[in-house]
């Protein structure tokens, strides 16, 4: 009898836990994503070289788009982050206070880009490419 009983001890301990599950911060800061990240890191940011940069303060993530001189910056607080795979993970933020957002991010070397997004229940990006347009998505580098 005590062979069961152990089976089911063994199943449960390895069931995900609040206290095993890794939290945003840690799962960004695992994938790589916090930093600095463009197009290209020698420009400054503009509608075709936004800035992203990805920030852990007090255990809280979140990220801010720069897209140049003249716009208000998005800001994003993230909710959740979960690392799918070693080259993808989803995020689920708020930005600019208002509306909800649902990334898909793929990690190719120092590099990503977006691969789903799902903003305010619209997919805008499926597969890597702009709904609508087709047009792919950047590809960023880390600047730092």
């Not at 909710?79 to 509306?99: C, G, Y």
Request: proline letters at 5%.
């Amino acid at each position: 009898m005590l062979g069961p009983m152990l089976v089911v001890a063994v199943f449960v301990a390895l069931l995900p836990s609040p206290v095993h599950a890794q939290s945003a911060a840690g799962a960004l800061r695992s994938f790589g994503f916090v930093g600095e990240w463009a197009p290209d890191c020698s420009k400054p940011a503009a509608r075709d070289n936004s800035r992203r940069r990805i920030t852990v303060k007090s255990g809280a993530a979140q990220f801010e788009e720069d897209l140049g001189q003249g716009s208000t910056p998005n800001k994003y607080v993230v909710q959740s982050a979960k690392q799918m795979a070693p080259n993808r993970i989803e995020i689920r933020t708020t930005f600019n206070d208002k509306h909800t957002a649902e990334f898909t991010v793929m990690k190719e070397g120092r590099r990503v880009r977006t691969v789903d997004t799902v903003a305010d229940g619209k997919t805008i990006v499926k597969d890597g490419a702009i709904v609508g347009t087709n047009a792919q998505t950047v590809w960023l580098n880390k600047c730092q």
